[in-house]
């Protein structure tokens, strides 16, 4: 079956660094997305992963390893506006999004 | 970028009334788009795939007399939620993505917060 797995939670500093890791089974595949989501608000892209390797955007970075089935978000110099739920999805043959359960990201002052 | 546009944003109905809710694509043309609820603290769940001239897909589970959807042009699809119970409150989103960039984000709209009371 398809599926996806993220940590439920991660509490992490104002101003540090976190990684939030996932790991996913699909029938094929066409890519690895990250997105961001508020509480109440829908979510918003971040990352594109389809490529082995590392992807820099400004403070946030993503990492893919096809053959490991392996993918981490890493949010560098972390704000307080940080505070949110990441989900990731992985997209399928059919370019169909299987989601994981999001990582609630609690940032601490 | 491409954007999606949703509406409404929040809605309270009654208990055994019907809800409309909006999907446009606002700068691409969709031949398909998803449809999403999602409880609090929990992942997004699909309920269908509409098509552009055809019948949506339903996910095992969702029941299609329930969650009407329509997607009469490349711009709009639309779910109804017919005769609304209280267990149909919840956050419900669309999401397209551009079919001539296939591997690559899928747009979502705002969400609309349905309240059944």
């Known amino acids: 079956g398809q599926n996806i797995d993220q940590p439920t939670e991660m509490t992490a500093t104002e101003g540090a660094i976190v990684q939030i890791n996932c790991t996913y089974q699909t029938s094929g595949f066409n890519g690895l997305f990250w997105y961001q989501q508020h509480a109440g608000e829908a979510p918003t892209f971040l990352s594109y992963?389809?490529l082995d390797g590392l992807e820099e955007k400004g403070r946030f970075s993503s990492f893919l390893s096809r053959s490991k089935g392996y993918s981490y978000l890493l949010l560098k110099e972390l704000q307080m506006k940080d505070s949110a739920s990441y989900l990731c999805a992985a997209m399928d043959s059919n370019y169909q999004l299987i989601w994981g359960a999001g990582t609630k990201l609690i940032i601490k002052p | 970028g491409a954007v999606v546009s949703q509406h409404p944003s929040r809605v309270i109905c009654k208990s055994g009334t019907s809800v409309k809710i909006e999907c446009r694509s606002l700068?691409?043309?969709?031949?398909?788009m998803f449809w999403y609820r999602q409880f609090p603290k929990q992942s997004l769940m699909l309920m269908a795939t509409?098509?552009?001239?055809?019948?949506?897909?339903?996910e095992q589970g969702v029941e299609k007399d329930k969650f009407l959807i329509n997607h009469a042009s490349l711009t709009l699809s639309t779910l109804t939620v017919t005769s609304a119970h209280p267990e149909d409150s919840s956050f419900y989103i669309c999401?397209?993505?551009?079919?001539?960039?296939?591997?690559?984000?899928?747009?979502f709209g705002q969400g609309t917060r349905l309240t059944v009371v």
């Open positions: 992963n389809v």
């Open positions: 999401s397209a993505r551009d079919p001539d960039r296939e591997n690559t984000e899928a747009f």
């Open positions: 509409s098509n552009e001239g055809s019948k949506a897909t339903y």
């Open positions: 700068d691409f043309q969709a031949t398909t």
